[in-house]
């Protein structure tokens, strides 16, 4: 089983819509968790920290639910913008702070 | 602003050469990362440093060494490069446990 879990997609999403998905982790001593966005030939970059009482940050909102050990990304009001590959990041807090990536979901927002 | 910056976009290099990915932040973090990226099976480590002269195995370090001899850089060495290392590599930097990690813009190393 992976360490870090996403489905890879693509989530094909109309403008305006909202779109959420999800990241499990194996590792329940993980740390801290991230959401990044890549684009297509770029290198990921932060979106968002993961709190564990969930975040939000304009129209994206993360969440944390250790018990189950997912944390989720949804994003509302959809912008052709948003279209990009979201990599889900646990942080295991060992030396060295391991980051584990997840393989990535793709959203394609379309017109 | 952050930066980390890798020292090529591209590379193309024949087998069995020896290669040198360079990789810089001016963040002053204590840990830096190396991963590959490729089609279907996304990030994975090769190699991590928390400190200088430390280095720790990824999940693929396998044909591959690495060098800190200062805080600021941290290199991906190819002993003998193969056709299959042929990937997008990433170097990342990062400071303490919550913190974000910052990436370069990557290396593209194809192997001839």
């Known amino acids: 089983r992976k360490e870090v879990e996403q489905d890879p997609g693509p989530f094909n999403v109309p403008e305006g819509a909202t779109v959420a998905f999800n990241c499990t982790y194996s590792n329940s001593a993980s740390q801290s968790f991230f959401w990044y966005r890549q684009d297509c030939r770029k290198e990921p970059k932060l979106l968002m920290s993961?709190?564990?009482s969930g975040n939000e940050d304009g129209r994206f909102t993360a969440q944390l639910n250790r018990a189950s050990q997912y944390i989720s990304l949804l994003i509302r009001d959809s912008k052709l913008s948003d279209s990009a590959t979201y990599l889900c990041?646990?942080?295991?807090?060992?030396?060295?702070?391991?980051?584990?990536f997840g393989g990535g979901t793709r959203v394609l927002v379309k017109p | 602003d952050v930066k980390v910056t890798q020292s090529s976009r591209y590379l193309v290099k024949r087998t069995g050469e020896k290669v040198f990915l360079e990789c810089v932040q001016d963040?002053?973090?204590?840990?830096m990362f190396w991963y590959r990226q490729d089609p279907g099976l996304g990030l994975r480590l090769i190699y991590f440093?928390?400190?200088?002269?430390?280095?720790e195995k990824g999940d693929i370090p396998e044909g591959y060494s690495v060098s800190r001899e200062k805080k600021e850089r941290f290199s991906l060495i190819l002993e003998s490069a193969s056709t299959n290392q042929t990937s997008m590599y990433l170097c990342a930097s990062k400071g303490d446990l919550n913190t974000e990690a910052f990436f370069g813009q990557g290396t593209r190393l194809t192997v001839v």
């Open positions: 963040m002053d973090h204590e840990n």
């Open positions: 440093s928390y400190d200088v002269k430390m280095k």
């Open positions: 993961v709190y564990s």
């Open positions: 990041v646990v942080n295991d807090g060992a030396a060295g702070n391991k980051l584990t």
